[in-house]
T-cell receptor
Framework: DTAVSQTPKYLVTQMGNDKSIKCEQN?????MYWYKQDSKKFLKIMFS???????INETVPNRFSPKSPDKAHLNLHINSLELGDSAVYFC????????????FGAGSRLTVL | SQQGEEDPQALSIQEGENATMNCSYKTSINNLQWYRQNSGRGLVHLILIRSNEREKHSGRLRVTLDTSKKSSSLLITASRAADTASYFC??????????FGSGTRLLVRP
């Protein structure tokens, strides 16, 4: 079984559309993250939830809204997609708090046309 | 702002040679971690070194940490073609944040 699974793996859409990416972890971890990796491979933290509570919210446009229905799931909804949103989005999970080891999903490549 | 900076950005070596990558960071840390990313895949954790440790080994990997210089190095000995990947350092403090650098792209030529 995949520890951290993301869907979809690839997403191609038009500017202005709304899309969601889903993430699930079966590791029993308390904390989940969304990271964005741009074309230069720079990985930037976006959001983090600990036991369904938002604990990190970096400078991300309001068009991005995370939702955590339970501690095993963290979804990312993006409204009014823009060309600059094209990137690979990674979900990750972590046990406990602090800077512990992250387990990453395989990534979701979003292309906005 | 970006915390870790890897150096070099890209490295090409022959199979069997050693590969050394460096990471510099700016603020106080609890630990420093190294991750590998194969093309089109997610990041995989390699090794974690705590701020009170100076050196750590795992198989062919050797990591050093110099907190006075705010730098770390990752050495891969006897490299293999399968080691071709991007390598990232990540620094953690007392918060939940793990901040990644921009990575070193390693190419191991057979």
């Amino acid at each position: 079984d995949t520890a951290v699974s993301q869907t979809p793996k690839y997403l191609v859409t038009q500017m202005g559309n709304d899309k969601s990416i889903k993430c699930e972890q079966n590791l029993g971890h308390d904390t989940m993250y969304w990271y964005k990796q741009d074309s230069k491979k720079f990985l930037k933290i976006m959001f983090s939830y600990n036991n369904k509570e938002l604990i990190i919210n970096e400078t991300v446009p309001n068009r991005f809204s995370p939702k955590s229905p339970d501690k095993a799931h963290l979804n990312l909804h993006i409204n009014s997609l823009e060309l600059g949103d094209s990137a690979v989005y990674f979900c990750a999970s972590q046990q406990g708090s602090g800077a512990n080891v992250l387990t990453f999903g395989a990534g979701s490549r979003l292309t906005v046309l | 702002s970006q915390q870790g900076e890897e150096d070099p950005q890209a490295l090409s070596i022959q199979e069997g040679e050693n590969a050394t990558m460096n990471c510099s960071y700016k603020t106080s840390i609890n630990n420093l971690q190294w991750y590998r990313q194969n093309s089109g895949r997610g990041l995989v954790h390699l090794i974690l070194i705590r701020s009170n440790e100076r050196e750590k080994h795992s198989g062919r990997l050797r990591v050093t940490l110099d907190t006075s210089k705010k730098s770390s190095s990752l050495l891969i000995t006897a490299s293999r073609a399968a080691d071709t990947a991007s390598y990232f350092c990540a620094t953690g403090d007392s918060s939940y944040k793990l901040i990644f650098g921009s990575g070193t792209r390693l190419l191991v030529r057979p």
